[in-house]
Each structure stands twice: as C-alpha cells, then as structure tokens.
C-alpha cells in the first residue's frame, strides 16, 4: 500500500519534502480558490523542489475552469515532473459550495474528464462551449511548452455511485472517501459497472486510493480526550459540512453514525445562519476545530468516521484495506500538527507495513 499527504499551503512545500524523505509516496494539492493557496502555483512549487514522490491535483474542480484549460496545466507540470505527475478530478463539493454553487453532474464531470484525457494523449477533441462545438487540440507541441509524455494517469473522485461508475467508463483510477464512499468492494462493483456500460475492461494499473481520516492513539488514550479531539475534530466536522449540504440538495436522511446528534447540529447551524453562511460554515475545512462545534464529537462518530487505534491495530486495519483491493491512503492532518503526525505515522505504522 502507498502512502500519501494532502496539501494546499503554499509555504507547505517543505512538508512535502519532509513527507518525501519520510516515505510518503504521494502528494495531492488541493483546489478550493476562496480558501487554499491557488492548484496550479501549488503544484509546480512542489514539482520543482522534490525528487520523488508523485504530485497530484488533489482533487482538480471541474467546474472552476475550462477543460482545456486544466489539460494546459496539467501538461505544463508534467514537463517540470515527467512520470511524477497525475491528476484527479471531482465534481467539487466545498470549491463550489463556497462559491453559492452546487457540485456539477456526473454527466458533465464525463464529458470534462473525455476532454482532458483526450488532450493529454494528444488527440483532436470536439469541444463545445455554450451551444457551439468545435475541434480542438495542442499545437506547436515541438517548441516543448508542454509534456504529453510519459502520459498522465487521469484519475476520478467520487463517493456516489454514478460518479464512481464515471472512473470505470474512462479513468485510470479512483479516488474515494471512506466512509462515505462506501467499502472499497462497494465503490468497484459501482466502477465496474461503469466499465461494462461503456463496453471496456478495466486496465490491469487501475488505481485505487482513499482519503482516510486515521487516529494513532496513545496506549490507553480516552477517545473524547483533549488531543484526540484536537487531532481529528477538523476532519470530523469537515465531514459534518459535507453532509450539511447533501442532506439540503438531495433530501436524504443523515447517515446513522450522525443522527444521535443531528437535529441539535442542525439547530446550531440554524441559528448561525447568516447570508455568507455557505463561505464560514467551509472556513476551517480540515485546518481547525470550531469550539462550540466541538461537543457534537462523539467517541462513535469518531469510530465511524476514522480508522482508530494504537499502531499495530492501524497496522491491521490497513493490511485489510490492503486486501479489499485499496492501493492508497491519503490523510490530512491539521496544518498546526501535520509534521507531528507523518513522522509518528512513517515511524509506528509505515514501518511495520
């Protein structure tokens, strides 16, 4: 199983280099313009100034640029970092949501993904803007502005399963979140639907990556203690504001793990409510934990939602994702503790894998 860190500071590229020396074997920069240093300053930062760990958008937002556009870009990083570089795509859900936007469909994250790859492998592509279509492609491609090759694995974020069937119809891999994601058994039996739809085998590479919120615990450590929650309770909430705003779109009922507590969150929510409510509710995404948020943390959402325990339970837990067919975990910690967190991880559990 590889290894990697997610990214988005851009005065954090020495905590790539760090996480490099450590092991780490990818790094996804973030893409969310009203919150995170911008994609693609981020990404060349780190191809300049590391040697071996993969970099990747982390996850690039369709809906936030043209699609050649974004090929553009991905190729221009590709010639600082050839064979390092890849890219995956999402839908967006906090980059849109801050925006007063909704994610885009999986039909449109299709015909974005069916540009780009086509871009990136050279070919002529009909691309339609508004109501017109037009042939496009790279040019001049022998002055080297750019890198087609090696070719740059194209991979999609999705937790639901139209999204998901999405990567098996034209992707090189997938990126999912668990839980929400589902099992990675559920999220490929979605992606191989998706393959026999479009008529094609999935390639023997497909690659398969989660981001996964992970507690190491102290030997005997209590989970609603002051570090646990410090650790874990920005990656916790970040997922109670992902599903702030699913429930609102799609009327769903909240997952079970949440609904000892919901109704009193929602009141909360309610009665911050405010006109820019769709920019502060996102502001501490993964980075901090709201104190008066603090107490809907609960010791069983923490085990829902994070893979929990001392490091060879960790060990186990992830030699049995290895085994589900997950090829990569990805975490991110709090900017004030990700150097202490990847050192302990790289040391107790990355060691012993």
């Known amino acids: 199983m590889e290894f990697g860190i997610s990214a988005g500071h851009i005065t954090a590229v020495d905590y790539i280099q760090h996480a490099e020396r450590l092991g780490f074997t990818r790094c996804w920069i973030t893409d969310t ?21 993969r970099i990747g958008s982390g996850v690039a937002v ?51 993904v069916r540009v780009v790859r086509g871009l990136l492998r050279g070919e002529e592509v009909a691309y339609s803007a508004g109501s017109e279509s037009h042939p496009v492609r790279f040019t001049a491609l022998e002055q080297k502005q750019i890198r087609l090759e090696p070719p740059v694995p194209i991979h999609i974020a999705a937790n639901g399963p139209l999204g998901q069937a999405v990567a ?38 497909f690659h398969t990556a989660a981001l996964l919120n992970v507690l190491m615990l102290e030997p005997g450590e209590a989970l609603n203690s002051p570090r646990v929650i410090a650790e874990v309770g920005p990656a916790i909430m970040t997922n109670f504001h992902y599903l702030v705003d699913w429930v609102h779109q799609f009327g769903f009922e909240p997952p079970p793990y949440v609904r000892p507590v919901w109704n009193d969150y929602m009141a909360f929510r309610r009665a911050r409510a405010a006109g820019d409510a769709h920019l502060t509710m996102h502001a501490s995404h993964y980075a901090a934990i709201d104190p008066e948020e603090a107490r809907f943390i609960t010791p ?23 085994r589900d067919g997950l090829n990569q975990v990805t975490f991110h910690p709090t900017f004030e503790r990700r150097y202490e967190v990847i050192e302990r991880f790289a040391r107790l559990v990355m060691a012993r894998m």
């Open 33 to 53: 313009p009203l919150l995170r240093s911008n994609l693609f300053a981020m990404w060349a930062a780190a191809a300049l100034q590391t040697k071996t760990i």
């Open 62 to 112: 369709c809906g936030l640029r043209l699609a050649p556009e974004a090929a553009n870009g991905i190729a221009t990083i590709n010639a600082l970092a050839p064979g390092r570089t890849y890219a995956i795509f999402g839908t967006g859900n906090t980059a849109m949501r801050m925006l007063g936007l909704p994610a885009m469909s999986a039909k449109g994250l299709r015909e974005y």
């Open 168 to 205: 098996g119809e034209i992707a090189d891999g997938l990126c999912t979140a668990i839980p929400r994601g589902g099992t990675i058994g559920q999220a490929m039996a979605n992606v191989r639907r998706g393959a026999e739809r479009a008529g094609r085998k999935l390639p023997a590479g």
């Open 300 to 322: 069983e959402i923490i085990r829902a939602l994070c893979i929990v325990g001392e490091p060879p339970e960790l060990v186990e837990r992830l030699r049995q994702l290895d």
